[in-house]
């Protein structure tokens, strides 16, 4: 039974989608932990250099094993990012993007195509975020 990959199930699809699965989450692991002359992985160093300079807002909490107090925004950019990253392996491995079928596996290396989606959707995500509370709070002075 477990050998059967035609029958009434559709076996063949579930195995090839357990493959492109594995695939992608070995893509997505591999650029996690990718490291470049540095300590920190590529994807932290990009989460860092967006914190500090598109961040809309900080907040702050107090960790219960140290006493310290901790800034929290970054864990919001780096969930974000974390997304971001699952999302270019999908566009990597099947080429879709919009109306488009483009092959971004026979042009592009996986590393350097997650980073340039990494930077392109945390500015935009951003972006948004730092629009909606100003004009949220020029909605209210008009008020």
Same mark, same amino acid.
């Given at each position: 039974?477990?050998?059967?990959?035609?029958?009434?199930?559709? %076996? *063949?699809?579930? %195995?090839?989608?357990?493959?492109?699965?594995?695939? #992608?989450?070995?893509?997505? /692991?591999?650029?996690? =932990?990718?490291?470049? /002359?540095?300590?920190?992985? @590529? $994807?932290?160093?990009?989460?860092?250099?967006? /914190? #500090?300079?598109?961040?809309?807002?900080?907040?702050?909490?107090? *960790?219960?094993?140290?006493?310290?107090? +901790?800034?929290?925004?970054?864990?919001?950019? &780096?969930? @974000?990012?974390? $997304?971001? +990253?699952?999302?270019? %392996?999908?566009?990597?491995?099947?080429? #879709?993007? /919009?109306?488009?079928?483009?092959?971004?596996?026979?042009?592009?290396?996986?590393? +350097?195509?997650? =980073?340039?989606? @990494?930077?392109?959707?945390? &500015?935009?995500?951003? &972006? $948004?975020?730092?629009?909606? &509370?100003?004009?949220?709070?020029?909605?209210?002075?008009? +008020?």
């Amino acid at each position: 039974m477990y050998k059967t990959l035609s029958g009434a199930l559709p %076996t *063949s699809d579930i %195995t090839d989608t357990k493959f492109a699965h594995k695939a #992608k989450l070995e893509l997505f /692991n591999h650029y996690i =932990s990718h490291k470049i /002359n540095s300590q920190k992985t @590529v $994807l932290e160093n990009i989460i860092i250099s967006f /914190n #500090k300079d598109y961040k809309p807002e900080t907040y702050f909490y107090q *960790s219960n094993s140290n006493s310290k107090i +901790v800034d929290d925004s970054i864990n919001d950019i &780096r969930s @974000v990012a974390h $997304l971001i +990253v699952w999302e270019a %392996t999908d566009k990597y491995l099947w080429g #879709k993007s /919009n109306k488009t079928n483009i092959q971004y596996k026979e042009k592009f290396d996986f590393c +350097v195509f997650a =980073s340039e989606q @990494v930077k392109f959707k945390l &500015r935009t995500h951003l &972006r $948004l975020l730092n629009t909606n &509370r100003l004009c949220e709070s020029y909605q209210t002075l008009i +008020v």
